[in-house]
């Protein structure tokens, strides 16, 4: 009986699951993501456009909207901001709303007109596709409203500043200078004391003497830093996360690391140096170590064990 009812509570859960539980997916894409170093001439007005892809089975329907940002934190996410001046009021949807049919892209043109007394400097804004008509969103009709957007950074031309301070670097793994595997990665922290979003190229050379062992890309995905911002950029050096002494052993061997290294940051011109721009760290693989000094020792015992049965045999012959 008891059986009986766990079977039927599990078919009722199913089901349940499979009429109310199951939704079909939000899955919009837009291109491009991001327009990135758009020249505001002032004066000019600039057209351009976004391509939406519907690549849900259901009907999608989208009014729009523009926000500026600035940076929220350390890892360079966007904060939207309320006010409408700025990039955000020169910017002008072509579009009230779109309907995008499954499987279905659609283009949105928008323009963007520069005022003629604009201000140089940087200028960040997006444009959001926000699900619903205007009239279901103001109703609050819409029970499961979502946004998805593009990023446009740009600059006024004239008397700018592209400027950056290196204000961190340091290894991915506290205060320890020493490892028995190579660290983790590295990290630094870089804060924009211009008036423009700027893309630093830092890389980290590790060498070993005179012997370069590897090169670490810190920014590989391009990512900037807006005006009066501070943000940190990472990199691993070291491939996985081993636990236990044979995982470690088997790290140690594939990724052999030995010895005292440098890790130099590569900077570009126009990042100046708040603080040192390299760092000494070392490496001893120690459970590698202790494995070949035991089999060293091994090896000796049976050379021992081995001349000791070979003087017998030869003593008995005398």
Same mark, same amino acid.
């Given at each position: 009986m008891l059986l009986k009812r766990i079977s039927l509570t599990f078919i009722c859960l199913v089901v349940l699951l499979l009429f109310w539980g199951l939704k079909p997916t939000e899955a919009i894409t837009i291109s491009p993501p991001r327009f990135d170093e758009i020249v505001f001439t002032p004066g000019q007005e600039i057209n351009e456009k976004i391509i939406v892809y519907n690549e849900s089975s259901v009907q999608r329907v989208f009014i729009f909207e523009v926000q500026n940002f600035e940076a929220a934190d350390e890892s360079g996410s966007p904060k939207f901001l309320e006010d409408q001046t700025g990039l955000a009021s020169w910017i002008t949807?072509?579009?009230?709303?779109?309907?995008?049919?499954?499987?279905?892209?659609? &283009?949105?043109?928008?323009?963007?007109?520069?005022?003629?007394?604009?201000?140089?400097?940087?200028?960040?804004?997006a444009i959001f596709l926000v699900s619903g008509t205007k009239e279901e969103i103001e109703s609050r009709q819409v029970s499961q409203q979502f946004k998805v957007g593009t990023l446009l950074l740009g600059q006024v031309p004239? +008397?700018? &500043?592209e400027k950056?301070?290196?204000? +961190?670097?340091?290894?991915?793994?506290?205060?320890?200078?020493?490892?028995?595997?190579?660290?983790?990665?590295?990290?630094?922290?870089? +804060?924009?004391?211009?008036?423009?979003?700027?893309?630093?190229?830092?890389? $980290?050379?590790?060498?070993?003497?005179?012997?370069?062992k590897?090169?670490?890309?810190?920014?590989?995905?391009?990512?900037?830093?807006?005006?009066?911002?501070?943000?940190?950029? &990472?990199?691993?050096?070291?491939?996985? &996360?081993?636990?236990?002494?044979?995982?470690?052993?088997?790290?140690?061997?594939?990724?052999?690391?030995?010895?005292?290294?440098?890790?130099?940051?590569?900077?570009?011109?126009?990042?100046?140096?708040?603080? +040192?721009?390299?760092?000494?760290?070392?490496?001893?693989?120690?459970?590698?170590?202790? $494995?070949?000094?035991?089999?060293?020792?091994?090896?000796i015992t049976l050379v021992k064990v081995f001349r000791k049965i070979v003087i017998r045999k030869a003593s008995k012959n005398y």
């Open positions: 949807v072509l579009k009230d709303q779109i309907v995008v049919a499954p499987d279905e892209v659609t &283009e949105v043109p928008f323009k963007i007109s520069v005022p003629a007394g604009a201000p140089p400097g940087g200028y960040y804004a004239g +008397e700018v &500043e950056v301070a290196l204000k +961190e670097f340091k290894i991915n793994s506290g205060d320890k200078n020493f490892f028995s595997l190579r660290p983790k990665g590295f990290s630094t922290l870089f +804060e924009n004391i211009g008036t423009v979003h700027s893309r630093p190229e830092v890389k $980290v050379l590790i060498t070993n003497g005179n012997w370069t590897d090169a670490v890309d810190l920014n590989p995905g391009g990512g900037y830093i807006l005006p009066g911002s501070v943000r940190k950029f &990472e990199s691993r050096w070291r491939i996985s &996360e081993p636990t236990g002494f044979w995982s470690k052993l088997k790290i140690e061997i594939k990724e052999f690391t030995f010895g005292r290294y440098k890790a130099s940051l590569l900077l570009d011109d126009k990042i100046d140096l708040n603080t +040192e721009n390299y760092l000494t760290f070392w490496v001893i693989p120690w459970h590698l170590l202790l $494995v070949v000094v035991f089999l060293i020792i091994i090896l």
